[in-house]
């Protein structure tokens, strides 16, 4: 079994040990480019030993942005700030891939009225049910996708990862719970996860076959209705198929409904609530991983003292990434490398990070000082 300080080569990707900072939105980018202190957020982390960066989500398209202060790549004009970006990571001698998403349903709004876009008519956020799209928006999507990752590549990154997770587009057109169309990109399992895959087929294509393409999907959803354990595992062999190089495993670790003007919606976490325990997530990582013969990424508490070592010799997973633990403590990945993780500033799980976000920059309630 593989030590947390193992390397692992994936392509041109070369890992100096196994733990990955999880893709997190930091609200701190400025019209959509890197702001100095976003680079310096990302510089300062890349000095603690990390074995890869996942910058966090990036906008394909300005009309489906997740949070108001995200990195964008809908335009060459994004392309020299995020060149900084990238150098600066690379500086630290740590390999760095960028995540690349479109918001579908769960795009965000000022006006809750202006109408937002998903696979069917069913809601994922406040406001009015979303627009089922037409076959030519579908096909567009392909094509921003493509496009983005053909200017993170230009900008210098070692990778692309695709967001499918997270009830953002892809991930909504994966779900039967969001995705009740009854024409070729829904109904039946190859039919949902037909968009996921077209866009990795049409992005391989375009990268050409040695470069990096990560893919972040479920392995898991707490969701009534939602995306199953066994569909996760064909819809990841597919992914792999179609040309993924390396798995990111997350999931939806709680979820409940909300009502906004009479209307139900679906309300989604990435996060393990407070009451399930570190690696909730790692048994249905490693069924997705078992013969996949891909790289797999797990999450989900994975700072925990011996959780990340332990995923690994269980064989769950091959990579470890870890999110909030790394805002509440940013000493974290020289506390685990060295072996002190009982000096670690544990994370309240309070979820702070992710409200401030949604209005602003990142705050945090352990560490103050960020
Ligand atoms: C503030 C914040 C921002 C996040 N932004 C992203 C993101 O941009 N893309 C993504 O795939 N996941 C995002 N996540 C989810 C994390 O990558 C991770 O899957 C989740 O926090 C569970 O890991 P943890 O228990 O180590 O925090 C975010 C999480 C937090 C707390």
């Not at 003007?261 to 009451?275: D, F, I, M, R």
């Not at 409200?355 to 960020?370: D, F, P, Q």
Request: charged share 25%.
């Amino acid at each position: 079994m593989p030590r947390l300080t193992d390397p692992l080569e994936v392509k041109s990707l070369k890992l100096r040990n196994r733990l990955v900072m999880a893709p997190m939105v930091t609200g701190l980018a400025i019209d959509h480019s890197p702001s100095k202190a976003q680079i310096a957020w990302y510089t300062e982390h890349a000095k603690k030993g990390l074995g890869l960066v996942i910058v966090e989500s990036c906008g394909i398209d300005p009309n489906a942005i997740i949070m108001p202060n995200m990195l964008g790549i809908w335009d060459d004009r994004f392309i020299p700030g995020l060149t900084h970006l990238s150098s600066a990571i690379h500086a630290e001698g740590v390999p760095v891939v960028l995540q690349i998403v479109h918001g579908g349903a769960r795009s965000i709004r000022e006006d809750l009225r202006v109408e937002r876009l998903g696979p069917s008519n069913i809601p994922v956020l406040p406001g009015p049910a979303p627009r089922p799209m037409t076959e030519n928006e579908i096909l567009e999507v392909i094509q921003s996708f493509v496009k983005a990752a053909l200017r993170a590549k230009q900008a210098g990154f070692d990778g692309v990862e695709i967001h499918a997770a997270h009830y953002y587009l892809l991930s909504e057109f994966l779900s039967p719970y969001t995705n009740r169309r009854i024409d070729a990109w829904g109904g039946s399992l190859e039919n949902r996860a037909r968009l996921s895959i077209e866009v990795v087929k049409a992005v391989r294509e375009a990268v050409g076959p040695d470069f990096p393409l990560f893919c972040r999907m479920h392995a898991v959803e707490f969701v009534e209705g939602g995306l199953d354990e066994n569909d996760s595992r064909l819809i990841a062999k597919a992914l792999m198929e179609a040309g993924v190089d390396i798995l990111n495993a997350s999931g939806v670790g709680q979820s409940s409904k909300g009502e906004w003007e009479g209307q139900a919606y679906l309300n989604t976490s990435s996060v393990l609530p407070k009451s399930m325990p570190p690696g909730t997530f790692a048994p249905y990582t490693e069924r997705i991983r078992t013969g996949l013969g891909v790289p797999v990424i797990a999450v989900g508490k994975m700072a925990e003292k011996g959780v990340a070592q332990q995923v690994l010799d269980r064989d769950q997973a091959d990579l470890i990434a870890i999110a909030r633990q790394l805002i509440a403590d940013p000493e974290t990945i020289v506390k685990i490398l060295s072996g002190r993780e009982d000096e670690i500033t544990r994370c309240k799980e309070c979820l702070a990070c992710f409200a401030a976000i949604r209005k602003g920059a990142i705050k945090c309630s352990v560490n103050t000082e960020l």
